[in-house]
């Protein structure tokens, strides 16, 4: 147990429904990431967060992504409109600002 | 953008040991990470390397070689739990402290 905490766990929905996934981190680390992984690939950068500010994203999220981190603690991430190619486990990790990143248990999504 | 390549599989036999590598290339490195990850689950943290040598930690050591972009991971005395996806991935100061990972080598131990 790391002690990053995302739920759903699964979610499954039809095509075109929005998604929101959440991450509670450890409250005393800084950075906080998003990525997606699917079946035999390594997890893909989504976007990461100083505190409550988006520093960077990837070009694999689409204008129907949006990740969010109010106060600098739990973060949420959206898919609207999903499709089919969405399917995939989103992982969120954060970082003490050490040399350990710490992954959640991730989110499984399956878009039928 | 960085290029991180490992190989795809590899067998190894409970009890032998096994050298999983990694060749990388990046414009700001930042360190290298070497995560476990089972099948169904997040990765897990094994290892960070940030200074060329050897880690060691149990079982499991790690190697890096900055100037040839080069790292490996050993398992030692390999057993049927060991049987995973290993993860090579590399931080990059450009990036955010991001970490990019490779697709990752999966292994399995036999008896």
């Known amino acids: 147990d790391t002690g990053v905490s995302q739920n759903p766990r699964h979610k499954i929905t039809k095509r075109g429904q929005n998604v929101t996934f959440r991450c509670d981190p450890i409250s005393e680390h800084n950075r906080l990431y998003w990525y997606r992984q699917t079946l035999g690939q390594g997890p893909e950068f989504l976007t990461y967060?100083?505190?409550?500010?988006?520093?960077?994203k990837s070009r694999l999220l689409s204008d129907r992504f949006s990740a969010e981190r109010p106060k600098g603690s739990f973060s949420t991430l959206e898919i609207q409109r999903t499709e089919q190619g969405d399917s995939a486990m989103y992982l969120c990790?954060?970082?003490?600002?050490?040399?350990?990143?710490?992954f959640g248990e991730g989110s499984w999504l399956t878009v039928v | 953008g960085q290029n991180i390549d490992q190989p795809t599989e590899m067998t190894a036999t409970e009890g032998a040991i096994v050298q999983i590598n990694c060749t990388y290339q990046t414009s700001g490195f930042n360190g290298l990470f070497w995560y476990q990850q089972h099948a169904g689950e997040a990765p897990t943290f094994l290892s960070y390397?940030?200074?060329?040598g050897l880690e060691e930690k149990g079982r499991f050591s790690s190697f890096l070689s900055r100037s040839k972009g080069y790292s490996y991971l050993l398992l030692k005395e390999l057993q049927m739990k060991d049987s995973a996806s290993y993860l090579c991935?590399?931080?990059?100061?450009?990036?955010?402290?991001?970490?990019?990972f490779g697709k990752g080598t999966s292994l399995l131990v036999t008896p």
């Open positions: 991935a590399v931080r990059d100061r450009n990036s955010g402290y991001a970490l990019n």
């Open positions: 990790a954060t970082d003490p600002v050490t040399h350990t990143i710490y």
């Open positions: 967060f100083q505190n409550e500010a988006q520093l960077e």
């Open positions: 390397n940030v200074l060329d």
